[in-house]
């Protein structure tokens, strides 16, 4: 591991999840599969202070600064999707006791048309890491993010604890591990935000504007200009 690893082992509480602070890494689902390799055994967390590459959707960078939590949950192998749905879920649920935020398709927690959460799932052949990035105490954004991101802080004007974000994170995703694709679908069907017009980009270089009209049980997504299979989705443009 090239990077510079401050590691603690901390067996906090009764939460049943071990948790490996780094004050700053690239990206925490990286040091995640480093981790497995080495052997680590699942289920664990990893929590960085800051990323220097926090990895986003489509290849992007996830802006990484002190003041957020940054965390990679790292579970048993499981669909994609259910993972998809889990992160989302736990980081709507736990932030929606803290202020109203919405839920927009996939897995972006929004505060109106600025989001303050993102998930990204990756599979490796033995575990799936479920990141998930919050914008807690960042009193700023670089330009790029103006107007497109928001934070607990500037939102609610209060700072929070991080480890006790942290553990709320832990609490509500262990939860909802438990529960069978069809419960967690029928929930985040409910709560999943799709209106409006968006853009969306296919494999192959197509894209269509339209309006989606609900989303399947296998994610494939049913608009106004026909049904798209979620695998040949590369991302949504809301309008
Ligand atoms: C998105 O683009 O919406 C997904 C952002 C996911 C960011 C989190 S931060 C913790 C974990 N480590 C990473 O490198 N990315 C995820």
């Given at each position: 591991m090239s990077q510079n690893l401050s590691i603690t082992l901390l067996p906090l509480r009764q939460l049943?999840?071990?948790k490996y602070f780094l004050k700053v890494c690239e990206s925490t689902n990286q040091i995640a599969k480093l981790f497995l390799e080495s052997g680590?055994?699942?289920?664990f967390v990893i929590i960085a202070e800051a990323q220097t590459?926090?990895?986003?959707?489509?290849g992007r960078l996830w802006v990484s600064d002190k003041g957020g939590l940054y965390?990679?949950?790292?579970?048993r192998k499981m669909d994609s999707r259910k993972a998809l749905i889990i992160g989302a879920l736990t980081s709507y649920h736990v932030l929606s006791k803290l202020l109203p935020v919405k839920m927009r398709f996939p897995n972006d927690i929004m505060v109106e048309k600025k989001k303050i959460s993102g998930i990204l799932v990756e599979l490796t052949s033995e575990a799936t890491i479920i990141g998930i990035g919050v914008n807690v105490n960042q009193k700023d954004f670089p330009e790029t993010l103006q107007g497109i991101a928001t934070s607990l802080y500037l939102e609610t004007g209060s700072m929070y604890?991080?480890?006790q974000i942290l553990d709320l994170y832990i609490e509500e995703l262990t939860r909802l591990l438990d529960f069978d694709y069809a419960t967690l679908f029928n929930n985040y069907s409910k709560a999943v935000f799709f209106r409006g017009l968006?853009?969306?980009h296919l494999s192959g270089?197509?894209?269509f504007t339209c309006v989606i009209e609900k989303i399947?049980?296998?994610f494939s997504v049913v608009t106004d200009r026909g049904v798209f299979p979620f695998d040949h989705i590369i991302w949504i443009e809301w309008m």
């Amino acid at each position: 591991m090239s990077q510079n690893l401050s590691i603690t082992l901390l067996p906090l509480r009764q939460l049943p999840v071990d948790k490996y602070f780094l004050k700053v890494c690239e990206s925490t689902n990286q040091i995640a599969k480093l981790f497995l390799e080495s052997g680590v055994k699942i289920p664990f967390v990893i929590i960085a202070e800051a990323q220097t590459r926090g990895k986003g959707q489509r290849g992007r960078l996830w802006v990484s600064d002190k003041g957020g939590l940054y965390a990679s949950f790292v579970v048993r192998k499981m669909d994609s999707r259910k993972a998809l749905i889990i992160g989302a879920l736990t980081s709507y649920h736990v932030l929606s006791k803290l202020l109203p935020v919405k839920m927009r398709f996939p897995n972006d927690i929004m505060v109106e048309k600025k989001k303050i959460s993102g998930i990204l799932v990756e599979l490796t052949s033995e575990a799936t890491i479920i990141g998930i990035g919050v914008n807690v105490n960042q009193k700023d954004f670089p330009e790029t993010l103006q107007g497109i991101a928001t934070s607990l802080y500037l939102e609610t004007g209060s700072m929070y604890d991080l480890n006790q974000i942290l553990d709320l994170y832990i609490e509500e995703l262990t939860r909802l591990l438990d529960f069978d694709y069809a419960t967690l679908f029928n929930n985040y069907s409910k709560a999943v935000f799709f209106r409006g017009l968006c853009n969306i980009h296919l494999s192959g270089g197509r894209n269509f504007t339209c309006v989606i009209e609900k989303i399947e049980r296998d994610f494939s997504v049913v608009t106004d200009r026909g049904v798209f299979p979620f695998d040949h989705i590369i991302w949504i443009e809301w309008m």
